[in-house]
């Protein structure tokens, strides 16, 4: 078992050991006082692990109802969010009950904006089930929802009480959703560290199982030391978001039901790198070396769109301040820092 602590606003730990799904509630009822638990999960999830959940949580004599969503990004909106309140009005939930996220990213965002908002707020643990989930999303206490707009445009921080990681539960992920969640695998260690893009690079989606848990422990790790420098995105935390900028105008265009999230942002890695490349932002071959190593995953693929057109919708994107833009560049392997640049240059860069 691994345990790592992340000390924000609210201290909570990450645990991440193989099987630790099947008793679930004996790590909960050490961080909540709440009886009563109503887990938000998908269609896609539910089938797989919400009696195990269940049976874990009524073993401990806890109340328990569920709701379950349609899988994918385009649930992550108002008329989803609604049902979710809706749900949790009808089942009595009060202030001192408890919302468990069991699925992917989608799950978590939607789950954690539903607990950082109804009644102005109630406890949150997050049961990622996905590779994407466990190494990123689940971490930090970023929730949100989409609008027609833009990606995560609507959103609260809130930090869960605790993460519960269970590595396994990615052996009945089909082939796509490995290749989804090494889309932020890899943008781990472009920004922080060379020593796990080596350890990508050296590994193929054949065989990638074999360091899984090494890695969720490095990605949530490098994940855990940027939230704690940085809880509220205003500095440091702004380096997760390499690629992002792009990738999330690649959702938006193909109406988040086109390209996955992870995908979106290796294609969005690979534009910005390439640019900063020919503009002399990043060391020679540094462009080659993130597209070899994202061509073992299958993230290497054509999107159709080229970054001046993506340019209007990249302006509403969360790392916009007023007249400028924050944008991540990546100088070398494990090396990135945040850009500021003036709108008008930032719309010079992309074309």
Do not use: W
Request: with cysteine; proline share 2%.
């Amino acid at each position: 078992m691994k345990r790592i602590t992340v000390n924000a606003s609210e201290k909570y730990d990450i645990i991440i050991k193989n099987g630790i799904i099947s008793n679930c509630a004996e790590y909960i009822k050490a961080v909540t006082d709440a009886e009563k638990f109503a887990v938000i999960t998908d269609d896609i999830v539910a089938p797989l692990y919400y009696d195990i959940v269940e049976k874990s949580l009524l073993n401990e004599n806890f109340e328990v109802c569920r709701y379950v969503i349609p899988h994918g990004e385009p649930s992550k909106c108002s008329a989803i969010l609604n049902n979710v309140y809706n749900f949790l009005s009808e089942n009595c939930i009060t202030r001192s009950d408890c919302i468990i996220a069991l699925g992917g990213g989608v799950v978590g965002d939607l789950a954690g904006f539903a607990s950082a908002t109804y009644l102005r707020g109630l406890d949150f643990i997050q049961i990622p089930t996905t590779l994407l989930a466990q190494v990123d999303s689940s971490v930090g206490g970023k929730t949100a929802i989409d609008l027609p707009s833009g990606k995560n445009l609507v959103g609260a921080f809130k930090q869960p009480k605790i993460v519960i990681c269970d590595p396994d539960t990615l052996k009945t992920l089909s082939e796509d959703f490995i290749v989804d969640g090494m889309g932020e695998v890899v943008k781990y260690g472009m920004i922080k560290s060379e020593e796990l893009f080596n350890i990508i690079d050296s590994h193929t989606l054949s065989n990638i199982h074999d360091v899984l848990d090494d890695v969720i422990c490095r990605c949530v790790s490098i994940k855990r030391d940027i939230v704690e420098q940085d809880e509220f995105d205003k500095g440091e935390r702004m380096l997760l978001n390499f690629g992002h900028t792009l990738g999330h105008s690649i959702e938006k265009h193909y109406n988040y039901t086109g390209i996955s999230h992870g995908r979106a942002v290796a294609a969005g890695m690979l534009m910005i790198t390439e640019i900063a490349e020919k503009d002399g932002m990043c060391y020679d071959g540094t462009l080659n070396k993130l597209r070899s190593c994202l061509e073992k995953y299958k993230l290497v693929n054509s999107t159709g769109l080229t970054p001046a057109e993506l340019a209007k919708a990249c302006l509403n994107d969360k790392k916009r301040n007023s007249d400028h833009i924050n944008i991540i560049i990546c100088s070398d392997i494990g090396e990135s820092k945040v850009v500021k640049m003036s709108i008008n240059d930032f719309l010079v860069f992309l074309s």
